[in-house]
């Protein structure tokens, strides 16, 4: 597809499982990012890929958070054992480069119970 | 504590008539601003950017007046169209540095017909 897309668009699961959000970025964008936006709140910077790597992780809320790329294209978000308060949006955004525009996914809504 | 604020939630307009969207931030060092625009189920989607050199920019029927000393920005939609009806988001940071722009919570633009 031309644009940005995230799967599951809708996850709900229980409390302490594991869940992982996949991220297929605009083709040739090598720069990546993980947002999350929680009820009330804007949006809040995760993790930034360039390529491959990951040179800025600093907005990854704990280590149960963890996001890999691989083939400079496809990125997952993993969250493990999941709480309540992980609840929230979570979008993905591609750019050429990373001074680039950002093009945003739909985002995947996950409900943790 | 919010570092990019939209005070306003919500703002109803009557269409034609001007929409004016308002942005205020706190810190002095940012020197990059945008606009993005979200449609429900939808990413957000790049509008308008200003760079602090400027006070001013216009893409069509969109304009960005930048107020450095008030730290305040403004969105201005004129004519406004019952399509424009959407969020919109403010966010700051540093030109070049797109993993770290601050967002704002959003306001959300009713046009009516």
């Not at chain 2, 308008?48 to 930048?66: A, P, Y």
């Not at chain 2, 450095?68 to 988001?89: E, N, R, T």
Request: net charge neutral; glycine share 8%; hydrophobic share 30%.
């Amino acid at each position: 597809g031309a644009g940005v897309s995230q799967s599951p668009s809708n996850k709900v699961t229980e409390k302490g499982k594991d869940v992982e959000l996949r991220c297929d970025p605009i083709s040739g964008h090598t720069a990546l990012y993980w947002y999350r936006q929680r009820l009330g709140q804007g949006l809040e910077f995760l993790i930034y890929f360039q390529g491959n790597s990951a040179p800025d992780k600093s907005g990854l809320p704990s280590d149960r958070f963890s996001a890999e790329r691989t083939g400079e294209s496809v990125s997952t978000l993993t969250i493990q054992r999941t709480q309540q308060e992980d609840s929230a949006v979570y979008l993905c955004a591609s750019s050429a480069d990373r001074t680039g525009e950002l093009f945003f996914g739909e985002g995947s809504r996950l409900t943790v119970l | 504590d919010q570092q990019v604020k939209q005070n306003s939630p919500s703002l109803s307009v009557q269409e034609g008539r001007i929409s004016i969207l308002n942005c205020d931030y706190t810190n002095s060092m940012f020197d990059y601003f945008l606009w993005y625009k979200k449609y429900p189920a939808e990413g957000p989607t790049f509008l308008i950017s200003i760079s602090s050199i400027k006070d001013k920019n216009e893409d069509g029927r969109f304009t960005v007046f930048l107020n450095k000393s008030a730290k305040h920005l403004s969105l201005h939609i004129v004519p406004s169209q019952p399509g424009d009806s959407a969020v919109y988001f403010c966010a700051a940071g540093h030109a070049g540095n797109n993993r770290k722009l601050i967002w704002g919570l959003g306001t959300s633009l009713a046009v009516n017909p």
